[in-house]
């Protein structure tokens, strides 16, 4: 009985052990290049993106969307702004088990800028 126990307690713990986390943080300028366009602060955004992967040693399948691909775009639509400046963000992965969480959050300050034109990419 007392070595069931233990191997109990030692299973339980091990799941606690075995789960990891990392996690990378990262600043920039702005999402737009801004070289001397005035503009006008509307807001701090602050936004949490998260999905999950069902994962087994080498294939990944995701449970939800990631929503990486137009990351920045969701964000200014969803606040009408036309850029983000002073971008702060991290992201994290947490394991549990074969299910695997991952976070991306991103922290800005939301622009407008004062004329109506909105800047664009030269081509060189």
């Known amino acids: 009985?007392?070595?069931n126990i233990f191997l109990i307690l030692l299973v339980v713990l091990s799941m606690f052990v075995s789960n990891c986390a990392s996690?990378?943080?990262g600043i920039a300028t702005s999402n737009k290049p801004?070289?001397?366009?005035?503009y006008e602060t509307i807001k701090t955004v602050d936004k949490t993106f998260s999905w999950y992967t069902f994962d087994i040693i080498l294939?990944?399948?995701p449970?939800?969307?990631p929503p990486v691909a137009d990351l920045y775009?969701?964000?200014m639509e969803e606040e009408s702004g036309d850029a983000l400046v002073n971008i702060r963000y991290w992201n994290d992965k947490s394991i549990f088990g074969?299910?695997?969480?991952y976070r991306f959050n991103i922290k800005g300050d939301l622009v407008k800028f004062t004329n109506s034109q909105t800047p664009?990419?030269?081509k060189r």
């Open 1 to 3: 009985m007392k070595k």
């Open 59 to 61: 294939f990944g399948i």
């Open 98 to 101: 074969p299910i695997i969480r």
């Open 34 to 38: 801004i070289p001397n366009t005035p």
């Open 73 to 75: 775009e969701k964000v």
């Open 23 to 25: 996690s990378s943080v």
């Open 63 to 65: 449970l939800t969307e």
């Open 120 to 122: 664009t990419k030269s």
